[in-house]
């Protein structure tokens, strides 16, 4: 077994190939392991050990460093022999070492990047350095900041983690990718205000993006920081860029953005000095834009998330119900997920819109009556009201009948994710993602066409139609890749993994697939699809074939039954009759709630079925049984296009024999006679 270990944030460490995470035992083992990789594979004696780990060592402290380092060497050559000398954590001299190769260790692999990266052309380089970035999961040696030793490496890993950042950055502007480096930027500079090459990069990205003035007022801040907080005036750098941007310098221009990066410039500068500040045309312009940055991915879906909140309290300021509508109803942008990134958000949205839609003259306004239905409907998605079903059936008569091919579509959108009141609706949503393809091949609507596939390859992927699926797999990453749509490749890639597991891949290969696809929701901007998602899907691989359950901490140490996320409830008595625990697992299932409507339905309620089945539970199998009826013919999950936890049939099937075999009653009975518990 090949061992990996990672210091990047929490200290771990986990089997290469297939990513599963080594159980390190408690914080004094994780401080041992720590403060070995910390020597780069030199010997570290024990007594430098013991004055590392204890600042008053205990009488045994020796003999408890030793009992350490036994439990760690078990748990990184779990099938050595006995008494064979261990060939990793080596015991040399007075002390021990950790032979691990360099390109197992997740901070010395970013070292090396970092390096290598200097010598790269913008291109290569700017690819390195946001490879190299990703492998930070939190804090350089998390948890252990009380060390002295650990303090001054996270110290120096940090430093050398910023000035990537700022390499990036710098590389990003080679390349003509003024506007993206300035977001990156704004962030950096709020949490580290003491670096002036951050600012100088910061001023200047503005700059290119054609945002003199702000610019300048990033200079000025700069200036204000430095001198009132650390009184020093800016360096050379910041006063020199200052007045370059004062006077349009030459040396300020990117070349190397090309026609288009021009064109953009020009366009943004004519537009701030011809349309008058405060004006309501501003307003909704900058929701246009909003609709673009929307699917770029990375920060670009949040900040236009929160953007849009600004620009509708804006809208509402001015008292114009008509331009607040036309405000709300612009950010049409297409929704595949079921599950609100932010539902707080989300609920300000439906008010706001309910608020503009009383408001609206009695006649008249129709298209923007549908728009603010659709809105309300798409924002109150998976929330279980009769009232986001409602609004998206208005919202669909109105666009048919207005005959607009662009609010029809955003009205089908509202459509689709209205569609999961109950389970076995997957035809129904194939329909509907059949005739937003239609629709929008026919009329240019290229993001719904791209919604249209997504939404035909998930109703494909529950009725077990893998070729259907693999079509609009293919077609929606053509149409990503023709038209820059990164955030579509997150589902393809899941899909593939998904499609893995449904017809025949080994739970190891499937597994490893889950966690390759798990690495594109880093930074895509969708924490609501982020969380959880991995665990739980790991979680239906093994249900799927029968095998125990384990706690949603997929990247560290098992945590027990509360990892699964927002997904917890329903994981929570599978994982715990893994772990013995009958009582807990049963007083779990008789408190787990109807799952949420939406693309997991199906799933969540076949884990509760598996583990009602296994604790002989009656009433939560006779509830499982008449949520999963109307999706017999299903995969359970894999109407998703990210998961499956395998055949709805074979629960409904399990669930019937449970039921004929069961006693009547409340509560736990035990699992039914002659009924092997599977979990």
């Known amino acids: 077994m090949r061992v990996s270990f990672g210091v990047l944030g929490p200290v771990a460490a986990w089997e290469e190939g297939t990513g599963n995470a080594l159980a390190l035992r408690g914080p004094r083992h994780r401080a041992v392991l720590a403060r070995l990789l910390v020597a780069r594979r030199r010997v570290?004696?024990?007594?430098?050990?013991?004055e590392d780990l204890w600042a008053e060592p205990p009488a045994d402290a020796v003999g408890a460093v030793r009992t350490f380092v036994a439990a760690l060497r078990r748990a990184l050559e779990p099938e050595r022999p006995p008494r064979s000398p261990a060939r990793l954590l080596v015991t040399e001299g007075p002390g021990y070492a950790l032979r691990a190769a360099p390109e197992t260790v997740d901070a010395w692999c970013f070292e090396q990047a970092v390096a290598a990266a200097a010598a790269l052309p913008p291109g290569d380089a700017a690819a390195r350095l946001s490879q190299a970035l990703d492998r930070w999961r939190g804090p350089a040696y998390a948890g252990l900041s009380g060390h002295p030793w650990a303090r001054a490496e996270r110290s120096r890993l940090t430093g050398l983690r910023l000035h990537a950042v700022e390499r990036l950055a710098e590389a990003r502007l080679s390349l003509g990718l003024a506007a993206e480096a300035a977001a990156d930027l704004d962030a950096h500079t709020a949490g580290h205000p003491w670096r002036e090459d951050a600012w100088r990069l910061l001023a200047l990205a503005l700059y290119r993006s054609g945002r003199q003035g702000d610019a300048l007022a990033v200079l000025r801040r700069a200036r204000t920081l430095l001198a009132e907080q650390l009184g020093v005036d800016p360096g050379p750098g910041l006063r020199a860029l200052e007045a370059d941007i004062l006077h349009h310098a030459d040396r300020l221009d990117p070349?190397?953005?090309?026609?288009?990066e021009r064109v953009w410039e020009r366009a943004a500068a004519a537009y701030d000095r011809a349309v008058p500040a405060g004006s309501r045309g501003r307003l909704e312009s900058a929701v246009v834009l909003l609709r673009g940055l929307a699917v770029t991915g990375g920060g670009g879906l949040p900040a236009a998330r929160r953007?849009?909140?600004a620009a509708i309290e804006a809208a509402e300021e001015l008292g114009d119900p008509e331009l607040t509508a036309r405000v709300i109803g612009a950010y049409d942008v297409p929704a595949v997920w079921t599950r609100l990134d932010d539902p707080e958000q989300a609920a300000r949205v439906v008010?706001?819109?309910?608020?503009?839609?009383?408001?609206l003259p009695a006649t008249g306004h129709a298209a923007a009556r549908a728009r603010l239905l659709a809105t309300i409907a798409l924002e109150s998605r998976g929330t279980g009201g009769a009232r986001g079903p409602q609004a998206a059936r208005?919202?669909?008569e109105l666009a048919r009948r207005l005959d607009d091919p662009a609010l029809l579509a955003f009205a089908l959108n509202a459509v689709f994710m209205q569609t999961f009141h109950r389970t076995g609706l997957a035809p129904r949503r194939d329909a509907v993602g059949a005739e937003l393809v239609t629709l929008s091949a026919r009329h240019g609507l290229v993001t719904y066409e791209v919604l249209g596939r997504l939404v035909r390859l998930q109703a494909r992927c529950a009725l077990a139609d893998f070729a259907g699926a693999d079509r609009h797999a293919a077609a929606a990453d053509r149409l990503a890749e023709r038209h820059e749509l990164p955030l579509v490749g997150v589902f393809t890639r899941w899909y593939g993994a998904l499609r893995l597991a449904a017809t025949g891949g080994t739970v190891r290969r499937a597994e490893a697939a889950y966690r390759d696809a798990a690495a594109t929701l880093a930074g895509c901007g969708m924490p609501g699809l982020e969380q959880g998602l991995l665990p739980l899907a790991l979680l239906c691989l093994r249900v799927q074939h029968g095998l125990p359950a384990r706690g949603g901490a997929p990247d560290g140490p098992d945590d027990g039954p509360d990892g699964f996320g927002p997904?917890?409830?329903w994981a929570r008595p599978l994982v715990l009759l893994a772990a013995g625990d009958r009582a807990a697992a049963g007083a779990a299932l008789r408190e787990v709630p109807d799952p949420p409507r939406g693309l997991l339905l199906e799933a969540l309620w076949c884990l509760v079925a598996r583990a009602a089945v296994t604790l002989g539970d009656r009433a939560a199998a006779e509830r499982a049984r008449d949520a999963l009826a109307p999706a017999a013919a299903e995969l359970a999950g894999a109407g998703s296009g990210l998961l499956t936890a395998g055949p709805v049939a074979g629960f409904?099937?399990?669930?019937?024999?449970?039921?004929?075999?069961?006693?009547?009653?409340?509560?736990?009975?035990?699992?039914?006679?002659?009924?092997t518990p599977v979990t």
Do not use: F
């Open 44 to 50: 570290v004696p024990v007594t430098r050990l013991v």
């Open 255 to 260: 070349g190397r953005g090309g026609a288009a």
């Open 307 to 309: 953007h849009r909140v």
């Open 351 to 359: 008010t706001a819109a309910e608020r503009a839609l009383a408001a």
């Open 394 to 396: 208005q919202a669909e």
């Open 567 to 569: 997904y917890t409830p």
């Open 652 to 675: 409904l099937d399990e669930l019937a024999a449970a039921l004929r075999r069961a006693p009547r009653g409340d509560g736990e009975s035990g699992p039914p006679p002659g009924n």
